[in-house]
């Protein structure tokens, strides 16, 4: 019998494999009982979003999965409780280099934009809601996005309502590395931002809001190519919440901060996976 080829979901998990090796350490501690290792934890977390199923779901499945236990060296099955305590202790600062890390292989250009959305949190404790007069319903998540690979470079998460304005000058600073063209809607047409983009050399393209004549000469001045490509923006958006689920399952806000960066980064995964498979069809 000819050997099966390798399942996009195999290679999914290899390459995550491969971030996790580079990102996070074998074990948490040294008194780890050393059962399951901390990238054996990472992989499985990013198998579940991907999946969009439950820790007990997710379980179930690995038993009629051989081929996914091998490629994670996996002797044993973790028990659902063994995963769910492994997301609480990977903290947010071990998803964010995670993050950073599946941009590596990825071929940006620096032309990124930046837009936000909402992510429904119906599963969030209601005692938490009612302790802190929560009202808002969704997660506001902004994300940066590099528009040549559709891959999340930043992601900015709140309960509140703050402004764009606010939101924007801190997701600039902590990339301003790897930004060259910023491009923006009007909603973050504040000059402030627009500043610390050219103290960065940054090229700002941001729509000025229309209070005066002067204000529309400058939007018919913009570089419309370019501006136009913080439309993937909206296209990043719409591909996880259809792939991964316009929702968080979380209940408290912490958690569900994490889990939206999870699903960033399977979507750089799934992206640099994409890219791999394009560049091997044109060789």
């Not at 250009?109 to 302790?131: C, L, M, P, Q, W």
């Not at 136009?228 to 316009?246: C, D, L, P, S, Y």
């Not at 994490?258 to 995964?269: A, D, G, S, Y």
């Not at 791999?276 to 060789?283: K, R, Y």
Request: hydrophobic residues 40%.
């Amino acid at each position: 019998m000819d050997a099966l080829p390798k399942s996009r979901l195999l290679r999914f998990v290899e390459r995550a494999l491969v971030l996790a090796l580079r990102a996070v350490k074998r074990f948490s501690t040294r008194y780890s009982r050393k059962r399951f290792t901390l990238r054996q934890h990472v992989v499985l977390l990013c198998l579940k979003v991907k999946k969009t199923t439950t820790y007990r779901d997710l379980v179930d499945e690995l038993i009629e999965m051989p081929r996914i236990r091998d490629a994670l060296d996996l002797d044993s099955i973790p028990a659902p409780s063994t995963l769910c305590k492994a997301f609480d202790r990977l903290e947010m600062a071990v998803w964010r280099v995670l993050l950073n890390v599946s941009l590596a292989d990825l071929p940006l250009n620096g032309v990124t934009g930046i837009d936000a959305s909402g992510f429904e949190r119906a599963h969030a404790s209601t005692h938490y809601a009612k302790r802190t007069n929560l009202t808002i319903q969704q997660l506001k998540t902004t994300l940066l996005v590099d528009t040549a690979t559709n891959a999340v470079l930043d992601i900015h998460v709140t309960t509140t309502r703050k402004h764009d304005t606010q939101i924007g000058p801190q997701v600039v600073k902590r990339n301003a590395e790897s930004i060259a063209v910023l491009t923006a809607d009007k909603g973050y047409g504040d000059q402030k931002l627009r500043r610390l983009a050219r103290d960065h050399d940054i090229r700002p393209l941001i729509k000025h809001r229309e209070f005066a004549p002067l204000h529309k000469a400058w939007n018919t001045r913009l570089d419309s190519d370019l501006y136009h490509q913080r439309n993937m923006n909206e296209t990043v958006n719409a591909a996880i919440k259809q792939k991964f689920g316009a929702f968080v399952r979380s209940r408290l806000w912490w958690k569900q901060f994490r889990e939206l960066v999870i699903k960033c980064v399977v979507h750089n995964l799934e992206r640099g996976l994409a890219i791999a498979s394009e560049e091997g069809e044109c060789t």
